[in-house]
Nanobody, 128 residues
Framework: QLQLVESGGALVLPGGSLRLSCAAS????????VGWFRQAPGKEREGVAC?????????NYASSVLGRFTISRDNAKNTVTLQMNRLKPEDSGVYYC????????????????????WGQGTQVTVSS
């Protein structure tokens, strides 16, 4: 059974760091591009970062997180991680990972329409 499970969300102070994980089961995650999205209360879900399927994997970041967030793969664990540094209150929201509908896609996009399998989300709150 295909499944994506996010973990690592927490309450953190501004300027702090968090590491989110997206664990896959039922398929090999490295065969697919993966995206991280977030949704704050009352706002549209937005793309944060993505990573392509082919090594070396292409990455793409929203301008609001560029230089602070890093997406990477741990193929041995069948996971994709999102390292988030220098967190700001506006980074708060529910973070979702998603799998591209195409297998072996070299590129990735921060457009939700590219993804057809989603996790349940993990809550990130940045607040003092």
């Amino acid at each position: 059974q295909l499944q994506l499970v996010e973990s690592g969300g927490a309450l953190v102070l501004p300027g702090g760091s968090l590491r989110l994980s997206c664990a896959a089961s039922g398929f090999t995650l490295e065969d697919y591009a993966v995206g991280w999205f977030r949704q704050a209360p009352g706002k549209e879900r937005e793309g944060v970062a993505c990573i392509g399927a082919v090594r070396p994997s292409m990455t793409n970041y929203a301008s609001s997180v560029l230089g602070r967030f890093t997406i990477s793969r741990d193929n041995a664990k069948n996971t994709v991680t999102l390292q988030m540094n220098r967190l700001k209150p506006e980074d708060s929201g529910v973070y979702y990972c998603a799998r591209d509908w195409r297998i072996h896609a070299e590129n990735c996009a921060l457009w939700q329409g590219r993804y057809n399998s989603w996790g349940q989300g993990t809550q990130v709150t940045v607040s003092s």
